[in-house]
């Protein structure tokens, strides 16, 4: 291309982007001033994103120019800085510029709104978030180790343990961390919608590939079924589920996964009337695999009418409001579910709470845009990329991509992202990492914050990702090169 096309290319780009804010200014004007011009950038993004451009990257390149790689955080100062520059090396009059931000600006931004959420200085760009283990609360010296070791947010997972359990943490917490002279925020998970197993009657279910289940809702209490002298089930067992929407609207076909991932089944047939659905084993890891109690289930080809925001969960609110600093949202799939907790904070409390969405969804991967648009009309918010649930219920093999893109759409609107789940549980459960952990671990310096699980050697865990993000940070940046058109995953 000569520079006169790629001029007239790049100035194609500023019209789309300029067009694609103004088709979302409603949305942009709903917003806290503050955050405007960061959605208007994230329109700016979506626009460069909505087709490929791997082409206009290369000749940008030998023309010695941007690629627009790693621009994530300011598109438009990005484009009329290359304009200015083609139209140099062409002869031609340079258009004004459009950009609301500068290119520091959109890193600032960034940065600003992660300390507003996260509530903490800190030595490195990424944050260390660690899950207060249940049997910590009261522990002031245990966690004043944490503290110690490096932790900067202190999280409380909904799931386990009672209010009074939570308080008792929070105070011991706070005893902590005045001691230590230091502030630490708290964030507590709404357990969500979770789908789970039942109790086993007698104990763990054996299951090997091509064993057959029942799922039913009738009670909570499953129960095992025959088997021949080999140990292999001669007909079906019977698992209880939670909630009962599960054997409504699971259709023959669909995938249903039990224990993150480790036990993988597809539904054979569904009996509406019996309220029962019943699926066959297709593979279980290491061969053969022990269903236990309240094991979660994932059915990620089924769209289930359930609200994200449980009665349970309003309950927890309750607690949040007066005692926790940020709440994270489990199983967000759509925009409406952040106004519904947003509208269920505010009925509580006039207190500022920070709100993180969970990505763990393939409609949450869709619907992320929309999803960061409405985080933006309550801040302080942030997203947690709960790669667990996202891993079993979009694939593995898909979960780098989708890492990167929604790294990448947050970086777009200046919202701070929590890379969590399975960060160094090696480390943390038996002293060791594996060099895969490792490797993950450093790759997450490119988050905002990085969450860390329970086990008996967190504070050597903790101590050890300290270390480790201030020397990644010295020579990774955040970004990654521009990918191709975007699409989301799921997307048809």
Known sequence: MTPLELLDAIRDLREQASAHEASRAPA???LPISW???AANLAHYLALRSTGHIALQGELVRNGLSSLARREAHVMPTLDAVERALSAIAGAESAPARA?????????????????????????????????????AGNVPFLHSLIDAGMDVARINASHGDPAQWKASIDALRTAAAAAGRRIPVCID????????????????????????????????????PRDGNGRLTAPARVAVRPREVVEHVAPGHRVMFDDGNIRATCIAADRAKGEITVEIDAVRTGAWGLKDRKGVNVPDTDMPIAALTDEDLVTLDFVVEHVDIVAMSFVRSAADIADLHRAIRA??????????????????RALPEILLELMKCPPCGVMLARGDLGVEIGFEHLPEAQDEILALCEAAHVPVIWATQVLESMTEHGFPTRGEVT????AARADAIMLGIGPFMVDTVRFVEDLLARTQVRRARSRALLGKWQPLGAD
Do not use: F, Y
Not at 348 to 365: D, F, L, S
Not at 440 to 443: F, G, L, Q, S
């Open 28 to 30: 942009i004007g709903a």
């Open 36 to 38: 405007r011009r960061s």
């Open 100 to 136: 609301a931000i500068s290119i520091d600006d959109g890193v600032q931004l960034l940065a600003r709104h992660a300390t507003e959420l996260l509530d903490t200085p800190m030595p490195h760009m990424t944050r260390i978030v660690v899950t207060i283990p249940p049997w910590a």
């Open 190 to 225: 709404l357990a969500g919608p979770k789908v789970r197993t039942g109790m086993c009657a007698s104990g763990p279910i054996a299951l090997v590939a091509g064993d057959r289940l029942v799922l039913h809702a009738a009670s909570n209490e499953s129960i095992d079924g």
């Open 348 to 365: 509580r409390t006039q207190r500022t709470i920070g709100v993180v969405a969970k990505a763990e969804t393939p409609q949450a991967c």
């Open 440 to 443: 993950d671990a450093a790759d």
